[in-house]
């Protein structure tokens, strides 16, 4: 079951396990210039406004009904990160696992190949939770990402054109696999219970018939520092039997007030303002983790400001190359009473 609550979207298996709980969360945030440098991951500027297609089925899109799924708003060149999350069980010392894969415009964003149903391992085509604590963009070599970066749906610029020739879905395709249930209690028995510890403006106001079109993909933006960790489990640990999909549809800013009457949400900083003022940047590795060879075929695309400049097109306003000084350190593998010590 799939639910959206506080700008979430809750995966919950309550046949697999009462515990297989997962939140994803999409998150606003810079974009990080496309300029060839490698950047640390920049900050979440808050949850982006979601709501469900069938709410607003006089104003979208059919082929939008047709896959379901919720909708949110983005503006051209603005960037995004997903966040996954699921609640500690003191009871197992660890969190409910889970498979997740996630493709733009139904392009694997680990691995570059074509949307299936089924994971694969050979190469991995997904990640698992909590190891794998966010995604950033599309894996494109080990260690780096390029990040999601919203562009029209049918100007070339999204992964799916880039490689298939055409712009037939855009979004975002998420798919969860809790892990099977015997085998969570067989890799993470109870321990025994410490008492009192539970589980428990009128110029905004466009058609869909007017030339901004509604659906918006997400092109390869900058480099960024993102490791995407191989599966520590085995394949068959996973339930293939109870995934659960959700197609996450992004509309452009200008048409979300069209659909929704909602004047559409403030730009988000620059990353030069936002480095300007000394903020934090962040970046996060695991020493108990083996971070995935990357996609030569995700690595080949072109990045936005590359197919602007084929296109004799700017289509990356406020791009200029930044030094990030504030950066801090996020380190996986703490015991869940351990508290990272930071800069004084």
């Known amino acids: 079951m799939i639910e959206l609550r506080n700008k979430t979207l809750q995966f919950s298996f309550p046949e697999v396990h009462p515990d297989a709980k997962l939140k994803i969360g999409c998150q606003r945030t810079l974009r990080i210039p496309d300029d060839g440098k490698d950047y640390p991951l920049p900050p979440g500027l808050g949850l982006f406004r979601i709501k469900h297609v069938d709410d607003y089925g006089q ?154 079109g509604a659906e918006m993909g997400l092109a390869p933006g900058g480099r960024m520092r993102q490791e995407i960790y191989d599966d520590p489990f085995d394949l068959d640990d996973w339930e293939m039997d109870y995934k659960s999909r959700c197609f996450v549809h992004i509309a452009n800013s200008l048409v979300w007030r069209s659909i929704t009457g909602e004047i559409p949400p403030t730009v988000p900083f620059t990353a030069k303002e936002y480095t300007k003022f000394g903020l934090p940047w962040f970046d996060y590795y695991s020493d108990d983790s083996t971070a995935l060879k990357g996609s030569k075929k995700l690595n080949g695309l072109k990045g936005v400001v590359e197919m602007g400049q084929d296109k004799g097109e700017v289509p990356l306003p406020e791009n200029e190359s930044i030094t990030p000084e504030n950066i801090i350190i996020l380190r996986a593998g703490l015991n869940k009473n351990q508290v990272r010590e930071g800069t004084f």
């Open 59 to 212: 104003n979208v899109p059919d082929s939008w009904l047709e896959h379901g799924g919720v909708m949110l708003p983005m503006y051209q060149s603005e960037a995004l990160w997903l966040n996954f999350d699921s609640d500690f069980l003191f009871a197992h010392e660890t969190s409910y696992p889970f498979a997740i894969k996630v493709a733009a415009g139904k392009i694997n964003a680990v691995t570059g190949e074509q949307w299936t149903d089924w994971l694969q391992r050979n190469p991995q085509d997904y990640m698992v939770s909590k190891e794998q604590p966010w995604l950033d963009g599309y894996c494109v070599e080990k260690g780096f990402i390029r990040q999601f970066v919203a562009m029209p749906l049918g100007a070339g610029y999204s992964a799916e054109e880039q490689l298939t020739g055409a712009g037939e879905y855009g979004g975002l395709q998420i798919v969860v696999y809790p892990m099977k249930k015997k085998v969570f209690e067989r890799r993470f028995a109870k321990i025994k219970q410490i008492k009192g510890i539970s589980d428990d403006s009128p110029e905004f106001q466009l058609t869909l018939s007017q030339s901004i």
